[in-house]
């Protein structure tokens, strides 16, 4: 399920100069595209975790990746922008039950030992699919059109939400978790710090992630690379995201939250603003180095959520959080988009990486909270 809800909304990214030149778009209302559809995915999060709570996660993850696949759809046969903005913010809605409620199942499950590796892993299948997107792209755009891309991804992943149906009466998965609850852990006011001072740490590294993701795109562009060449380009990036969520999951488990913030976001920071200068004969384990970046620091984030939070109500918890985080993903792409078009690309890929540099100071502020919780681990003790 999470590959295929990744891929639905990864698509996007390599599509978008397709639909810029199809529809005539500014890099404004190419942000405001991206940032519609991500945006919308976090509205029902919330109460996609309080719903979980009494009737489990399984079913809720069917229908909320069906509703994304409709959406896609409809995002395929919009004649004008204004109706695929309005397809893509209702299509949107169904993906907020996604990834709180399988961060929930999945730090439920493992919650006595190996649950960063746990989410950790999970998170690295979601990025499988985002490794397919440029694929699809580059497979069907071309040929096909935006159009017949998006429908294509829309169809199979129907197709395999309601076979995946089937193994509800084979695997008993999604139950609603136990009832009792210790309410203390929800009132005490130094796990709910740590919970705040996460979701602000989440904010910051989703806005980084979601403003790379919509202009790297148009910097390969700018370098000269063709439409197969910038497709195996964004493969690279997203092959070194996956690469980044598992291995900073296993790491999550063995080292502290801070450091590997600091490596990642770090990483990320120094690759965007080179981006631009560097060579393009570089750009490959530019690539590669900056999906590691990007997309590692999630899998310790989401893996810490559940230091703080008891396990009846994760599911609330972590749609609380990615809701949070969604405030990065919409805003990141229209303010990077109205730099780039009253500046330049390369002063908004530099003002990115400044911007993604200030995860590392901030995250500073959670040591205090990870302090009681990491005996024995290095790092942040």
Not at 34 to 41: F, P, Y
Not at 155 to 161: D, I, K, S
Not at 249 to 278: C, Q
């Amino acid at each position: 399920m999470h590959i295929w809800s990744d891929l639905f909304f990864a698509i996007l990214v390599p599509l978008l100069p397709f639909i810029k030149e199809d529809m005539d778009l500014s890099f404004t209302e190419v942000g405001l595209l991206r940032s519609v559809l991500n945006g919308s995915s976090a509205v029902l999060q919330v109460p996609a975790g309080f719903l979980a709570e009494s009737v489990g996660e399984f079913w809720l993850l069917i229908w909320g990746n069906l509703w994304v696949a409709a959406g896609l759809a409809a995002m395929a046969a919009s004649p004008v922008f204004i109706v695929l903005v309005a397809a893509s913010a209702i299509g949107g809605l169904g993906g907020g039950a996604q990834h709180p409620l399988a961060s929930s199942m999945v730090s439920r499950a493992y919650d006595d030992r190996g649950r960063s590796t746990a989410v950790g892993t999970v998170n690295f299948a979601g990025d499988l699919g985002k490794m397919m997107a440029p694929l699809v792209a580059g497979l069907f755009a071309v040929s096909l059109g935006w159009r017949y891309a998006l429908l294509i991804v829309s169809v199979a992943g129907a197709v395999f939400m309601l076979g995946a149906m089937l193994t509800r009466w084979v695997v008993d998965i999604g139950k609603p978790a136990a009832s009792e609850l210790d309410e203390s852990q929800v009132d005490d006011s130094a796990q709910m710090g740590g919970f705040v001072t996460l979701s602000g740490l989440g904010i910051l590294d989703s806005a980084a992630r979601s403003g790379s993701l919509v202009f790297l795109p148009f910097v390969l562009e700018s370098k000269g690379f063709g439409l197969a060449q910038t497709s195996w380009l964004l493969f690279l990036l997203f092959a070194g995201g996956a690469a980044g969520k598992f291995v900073c999951g296993w790491l999550g488990d063995r080292i502290g939250t801070v450091s590997l913030i600091w490596w990642t976001k770090g990483l990320t920071a120094v690759m965007l603003v080179i981006a631009m200068a560097a060579p393009a004969w570089t750009m490959a384990p530019l690539m590669i180095l900056t999906g590691i970046g990007l997309n590692g620091t999630s899998s310790v984030l989401y893996a810490t959520v559940a230091e703080f939070v008891p396990a009846t109500r994760r599911g609330r918890f972590y749609g609380f959080f990615y809701t949070t985080n969604e405030a990065g993903t919409v805003v990141a792409p229209l303010v990077y988009g109205l730099i780039a078009d009253l500046a330049s690309l390369k002063v908004t890929m530099i003002v990115m990486g400044i911007a993604t540099a200030t995860i590392l100071p901030a995250s500073l502020a959670l040591r205090k909270h990870l302090i009681p919780r990491v005996v024995g681990r290095s790092g942040d003790a």
